[in-house]
């Protein structure tokens, strides 16, 4: 959830916003359905047992997956032992962050980064 809160007040507080995810658990608990309405945000789910609606998201994961990896044992690995799951977490939200949306050009997206896209969208 507070992933979510994070990202909705990065954005300024967007007025009309779709949340598209599985039927996790995350995401159909109480709470969670709960933080969406207070933000009028439409909550919509996949369909159970059909994985295609989710497509973009599962291309974009197993993508930033083998990235993330293949950057770790050539960029990483040789210097750096993770201690913990926080430090873990901290090197994949910084190449999340501070490669993959801010400088890595997309050709999906006509070759500009993920950041560049939504401030795009932001200005129209």
């Known amino acids: 959830m507070s992933t979510f ?7 300024n507080s967007p007025t009309s916003l779709m949340f598209h995810s599985d039927h996790g658990t995350q995401y159909t608990a ?9 933000f009028n945000v439409i909550q919509s789910f996949s369909k159970k047992g059909y994985p295609f609606n989710n497509a973009f998201c599962e291309s974009f994961f197993k993508y930033l997956l ?4 293949k950057y770790l044992k050539k960029e990483e ?3 750096k ?3 913990s799951i926080g430090e873990l977490t901290l090197s ?12 890595r050009p997309h050709y ?5 980064t993920p950041n560049e ?3 795009a969208f932001y200005e129209h």
């Open 77 to 79: 690995c040789n210097r």
């Open 81 to 83: 032992n993770y201690h």
């Open 5 to 11: 809160n994070n990202d909705y007040n990065k954005r």
């Open 66 to 69: 083998r990235a993330f990896f």
């Open 30 to 38: 109480a709470p969670f359905r709960k933080l969406l309405d207070k």
């Open 92 to 103: 994949l939200f910084e190449y999340i962050e501070g490669f993959y949306n801010l400088k």
């Open 108 to 112: 999906s997206l006509g070759l500009i």
């Open 117 to 119: 896209k939504e401030l």
